[in-house]
């Protein structure tokens, strides 16, 4: 299983929904949540963010908690949270930093600059590319939700993203905050992968995360997790709670 969406959809058929952000620098706590969780996730996610505000260190722990989880558990795949988005040859660069030098199986983008500055992110056939389209922060409708030509923009964004998807290796963020745009979103982009933040402290709906969010062989969805479980007391009853609950859900969707 080499592509991101293969080492998915196998964790989907094993019924993992879960996939944990790891927003922390410290690598021994990464090394403890994987640990403690790896045998309940589809994917882990770490935030560059958070490496990246620690300098070299933090680089380097970003580099060893990917090649732990390498070394752990090869079938997790792996999504660097960057948001990334760019003119073209600087997008190149970040290809090449996220895939070649990190080894990452997904990242996530920002459509902003259009379909031809995202083209190295898109012709990697092989790996994840994660489009933001209706985010789950609250000031999020500033833009996405402006209607352009009688519909919100976060639903053209969607429909552009099902349009590039020629190699099949494309998804979108969608946040658990807005239930009702995700399911419209679900409506257009068809069986394509929707990572959802925003369950936990941000408040998401898990039940309506699920009930609008899931694909026609009811899965598509990387339901992320951060801090609720990486800073729980013991992130692996943490992690099975939340995959109780959505077990539990799933037998009434």
Not at 39 to 62: D, H, M, Q, R, T
Request: glycine share 8%.
């Amino acid at each position: 299983m080499n592509s991101f969406l293969e080492k998915l959809t196998a964790k989907w058929d094993q019924g993992k929904f879960i996939c944990i952000g790891l927003d922390s620098a410290d690598f021994t706590l990464n090394q403890k949540v994987i640990d403690q969780t790896y045998s309940l996730v589809c994917a882990y996610k770490p935030n560059s963010a958070f490496y990246e505000a620690e300098g070299i260190k933090g680089w380097e722990s970003l580099k060893n908690t990917i090649q732990y989880i390498q070394k752990t558990a090869p079938e997790v795949p792996l999504i660097l949270d960057a948001k990334r988005g760019d003119i073209g040859n600087t997008n190149e660069a970040y290809v090449k930093a996220i895939f070649d030098d990190l080894g990452v199986d997904a990242v996530t983008v920002s459509p902003y600059l259009g379909q031809e500055s995202l083209q190295p992110f898109l012709q990697k056939a092989d790996k994840g590319i994660i489009v933001l389209v209706r985010t789950s922060n609250p000031g999020a409708g500033e833009f996405q939700d402006l209607i352009i030509d009688v519909k919100p923009l976060y639903q053209i964004v969607a429909e552009h993203v099902k349009n590039w998807n020629t190699n099949s290796n494309l998804a979108v963020v969608v946040g658990a905050t807005c239930p009702e745009e995700l399911k419209k979103i679900r409506e257009i982009v068809g069986d394509i992968p929707i990572l959802v933040p925003g369950i936990g402290s941000q408040g998401g709906d898990l039940e309506a995360t699920l009930k609008n969010g899931l694909n026609s062989k009811k899965q598509g969805l990387i339901i992320s997790s951060s801090r609720g479980i990486i800073f729980a007391p013991n992130p692996r009853e943490a992690a099975e709670s939340l995959h109780s609950q959505i077990q539990e859900i799933l037998q009434h969707v």
